[in-house]
């Protein structure tokens, strides 16, 4: 009797030579259209599983295409996807059969070539990798977050986010923020969902349309906009920090940022699509583009030109970061969008 044997693609981290890893990264990004900083993720915690359940053929197009934009990958022997014994020996999970990587058709990323067979946008992710499984689809417009929550966790979830749950999931509403959550007009209460009598699965729908990071914390420290933070585990604290008056006034943004800290899982959306700069040194952001940066990064509001410039030339307050770290931006502003949006309002003809 015949089995139809199952076929997996992972990426070991490696890199083909004359390749950059910042370019690699890119060219990962464009081939499986996922987002830079979701490439940025799979190349830091490789080797990691980014297609399965292939056919022979197919996975061999996917390990040749990542091969001419630089990236080294493995096929390997994956379970059977047919349950029907086979004439010699039953395949098991973990009886990998190792290829070694064809070699560079050019020593520079190159896009695909026309019929290549492009892998979906989807990653799946390996299980030794830490923290909850998830699944993020609708980027980058509008991004859907599932997560799949062991027996006995608890995912901490913002309010009104929650769009789907199994029947085992038990949620408990809990104050959070306090009055600087208040006082920037979010929600002081925060959900969390515990999956009781076996795993459990939900499916979370942030507010604003617009793309979804993740960020697998390890000691580290996040500051959010103070309506960015969708999901955490519960190993990661989030609480309000305050900005200051200056900061805080002239930016035309909160005074409030939200602090994450910890070990574990934390989700984070935009409005529009996420950007994710490394920044060493100085550099300029729009206050109202700003989504996310890591701690150790100084930053100070200042006008971008003169007073005629800050009154005339429709740009504002900008934030000057100093340091070495990570800012996420986004591709659209909340209020050049109003400011967008304002003359095209119904008014009343009062006459």
């Not at 292939?54 to 379970?79: F, W």
């Not at 390996?126 to 799949?148: H, M, N, S, W, Y």
């Not at 009781?196 to 960020?215: F, Y």
């Not at 060493?280 to 006008?303: H, P, Q, R």
Request: charged share 20%.
């Amino acid at each position: 009797m015949m089995s139809t044997t199952a076929y997996q693609v992972t990426v070991t981290g490696e890199l083909n030579p004359g390749v950059t890893r910042e370019s690699a990264v890119e060219a990962f990004a464009k081939l499986f259209k996922v987002a830079p900083e979701t490439a940025e993720q799979i190349f830091s915690r490789a080797p990691m599983v980014v297609k399965k359940g292939l056919d022979e053929s197919t996975a061999d197009k996917i390990q040749m295409a990542l091969s001419r934009i630089g990236v080294q990958s493995q096929v390997g022997m994956s379970e059977a996807s047919s349950p029907a014994p086979v004439a010699e020996e039953e395949l098991k999970p973990g009886n990998e059969i190792t290829r070694p990587v064809p070699p560079p058709l050019e020593p520079v990323p190159q896009p695909a070539p026309p019929g290549t067979v492009e892998p979906e946008a989807t990653i799946d992710q390996g299980e030794e990798q830490p923290g909850f499984k998830f699944k993020i689809e609708g980027r980058p417009d509008f991004a859907f977050l599932t997560v799949k929550v062991p027996g006995g966790k608890t995912l901490r979830v913002e309010a009104s986010a929650m769009a789907t749950m199994d029947t085992n999931m038990v949620m408990k509403t809990k104050a959070k923020g306090g009055l600087g959550r208040f006082l920037t007009s979010e929600s002081i209460f925060i959900n969390e969902f515990t999956a009781q009598n076996g795993p459990g699965e939900i499916g979370i729908a942030p507010a604003s349309p617009g793309d979804l990071a993740h960020v697998f914390l390890r000691g580290e420290t996040i500051f959010l906009q103070n309506s960015a933070f969708v999901a955490s585990d519960m190993g990661v604290t989030v609480e309000t920090k305050w900005q200051g008056l200056t900061k805080g006034f002239f930016s035309g943004e909160s005074l409030f940022l939200i602090r994450c800290s910890g070990d574990g899982d934390l989700w984070f959306n935009t409005y529009g699509g996420m950007i994710m700069l490394d920044v060493d040194g100085d550099y300029v952001v729009d206050t109202g583009n700003i989504v996310a940066f890591t701690e150790g990064l100084e930053y100070s509001i200042t006008k971008v030109g003169g007073y005629k410039s800050l009154f005339f030339s429709g740009e504002g307050f900008v934030c000057r970061f100093s340091g070495k770290g990570k800012v996420w931006i986004q591709t659209r502003s909340v209020q050049a969008f109003t400011g967008w949006v304002y003359p095209f309002r119904p008014v009343q003809n009062k006459g």
